[in-house]
């Protein structure tokens, strides 16, 4: 069984890290999907500060590389002050009957909020098609059938 999780899990940069203090929205680069049957969005965040500040997180796919990308019904989460505390939050999608392109989506709201932000995806259960390569603690998950 050595090396068979390399082979069955892709890791890929869903979001480079990132300093906020607008509500300017961040967006991910498109992942690929071929092959992977399932999706896991891990989101990292430093703690947030300022009044009420919170991350909105989304998932967003599209059937075509540079097309229109649409919401993924369920396939959001907020980080609130009281969640974060360097915790992970995980999104997972089942991708079966899903577009292949998606993105994360993650749009800070607040006054005067800060905080830094980053994430990963993992494919997971690929199969022989090939993956497009781009270049603690849980605190939420949540799973979209």
Not at 72 to 82: H, K, Q
Request: hydrophobic share 40%; net charge positive.
């Amino acid at each position: 069984m050595k090396g068979i999780l390399n082979k069955a899990i892709k890791f890929l940069r869903a979001l480079a890290p990132q300093a906020f203090s607008s509500t300017a929205a961040m967006t991910g680069p498109e992942v690929d999907t071929l092959g992977a049957d399932e999706t896991l969005w891990v989101i990292d965040s430093t703690t947030l500060t300022g009044t009420t500040p919170t991350v909105a997180c989304k998932v967003r796919e599209c059937a075509t590389s540079g097309g229109t990308f649409a919401d993924v019904t369920g396939a959001t989460l907020t980080i609130t002050e009281t969640t974060t505390d360097n915790k992970v939050h995980l999104l997972s999608l089942n991708n079966r009957g899903r577009m292949r392109y998606q993105k994360l989506v993650a749009t800070p709201a607040g006054t005067g909020q800060t905080g830094v932000i980053s994430a990963k995806v993992l494919l997971g259960e690929n199969d022989a098609r090939a993956v497009t390569q781009l270049s603690t603690v849980v605190a939420q998950t949540v799973r979209v059938a």
